[in-house]
């Protein structure tokens, strides 16, 4: 399962900045961040990376910076260089505060591109934010069995990620456990791969199918018995019988 990571090398990265809106917005000083933006500062600008000041202030999870470019107009969608959106590295970047702000005016929940292999918020939310992130998105209306290129929902990410607080919240709420990705994944098999027994357990409780090959030919008691887990192992066994 390849996890898309779309500028997330530049996440943090503020070296460098040369207009005056990125260098008030490094240090937080808002009352010249306000003043800028009264005088007709742009926020439709790109620095050396190709990032938007809304994009660093929400990167960053500084509420304050993300309210003001708001206000004065900042598009909320406005993607870095690179076509991602705002929403998008807030879930990154488990920046719970600043996508709710984003949400309430009016961000794409469900946003998807090709750019981004058609993953949109929830995944990243799924396999790197937390629980309260993903509640939020699912009360705006994301889709929880969002499938991407790679056909993995919300449910195998999590898994994949090992949250296992995520995965759970997911199972509760009716999750397609049949969900099959695009390289074979399912939710057993990504279960038994985390090496954590109560992975396993939760996916067995939840009627997970055990009847899946994976590419390699390997089936659902295989993974286990490979999976050095004496605990896992048996857990399988039982509910093969």
Known sequence: MKQFIFCALMLFSTQG??????????????????????????????????????????????????????RYGADINLSCKNGMPPIMVGCIANAVESVAILLDHGADVNWRSP??????PIRFASQ??????????LDHGADMESTPDDKATPLLAAIHAKKYDIATFYFNSGANVNVLGRDGECVIHEAIKTGNPDMVKLSLEHNAPLNYVDPKGKTTWQLAKQSGSPEIKALVKEALK
């Open 17 to 70: 900045y040369s207009q005056d809106i990125f260098k008030v917005l490094k240090v937080r000083d808002y009352q010249k961040l306000e003043q800028l933006l009264m005088k007709g500062e742009s926020s439709v600008q790109y620095n050396e990376n190709g990032l938007t000041p809304l994009w660093m202030a929400v990167a960053e999870n500084d509420t304050a910076s993300v309210n003001l470019l708001l």
């Open 128 to 137: 790197g934010g937390s629980l309260r992130l993903v509640k939020l998105l």
């Open 115 to 120: 750019a981004s292999s058609n993953q949109q």
